[in-house]
């Protein structure tokens, strides 16, 4: 069992940065690939980047490429995404996902989640 829990959102203006935290529990934490996904009201949830147990992390959507990047601390067992130059698209419940040695690119490879933490941008 893995148990995660998502930290660092909040309400930041265009142009501004945060730090999303995802702090995990249970064993193996290295050997998991981390995701980052992001769910906007009545749309689906959608990753947005994915750290594999190697380190080798991907990132979905234009949008994000160059302004948000995703790393992982083993020793700490969490996992990170900066987010930098934010806009107000990219207002979302953002969510960590957690999956046993898999490429990370589906959402249904991803056997835990976190609770989310809201992300809200400002015009």
């Known amino acids: 069992q893995v148990q995660l829990v998502e930290s660092g959102g909040g309400l930041v203006q265009a142009g501004g940065s945060l730090r999303l935290s995802c702090a995990a529990s249970?064993?193996?934490?290295?050997?998991?690939?981390m995701g980052w996904f992001r769910q906007a009201p009545g749309k689906e949830r959608n990753r947005v980047a994915s750290?594999?147990?190697?380190?080798?992390?991907?990132y979905d959507a234009d949008s994000v490429k160059g302004r948000f990047t995703i790393s992982r601390d083993n020793h700490a067992n969490t996992v990170y995404l900066q987010m930098n130059s934010m806009q107000p698209e990219d207002t979302a419940m953002f969510y960590c996902?957690?999956?046993?040695?898999?490429?990370?690119?589906?959402?249904?490879?991803?056997?835990?989640w976190g609770q989310g933490t809201q992300v809200t941008v400002s015009s």
């Open positions: 750290i594999r147990w190697s380190g080798s992390s991907t």
């Open positions: 996902g957690a999956g046993y040695r898999v490429s990370g690119y589906r959402l249904s490879e991803y056997e835990y």
């Open positions: 249970g064993r193996a934490f290295s050997s998991y690939t």
